[in-house]
């Protein structure tokens, strides 16, 4: 796998806008073994914030 990046970089970012706008949110964590895990929580209800 490569390690170069092409791109903006806006990615995550525009991920945690909109789980915010629907009431979830996002958490990034190392990964020992290399690689990160992405934690999505959106709320249980289904309902968002307005």
Known sequence: ???SS???GLGLT???DIMA???GS???L???GG???VRLAFPP???SRD
């Open 35 to 37: 690689g990160a895990i």
């Open 45 to 47: 209800d289904g309902t």
């Open 30 to 32: 190392g990964n020992d």
């Open 14 to 16: 525009i991920v945690r």
């Open 21 to 23: 706008a629907h009431g």
């Open 1 to 3: 796998m490569s390690q």
């Open 26 to 28: 996002i958490a990034i």
């Open 6 to 8: 092409t791109g903006a």
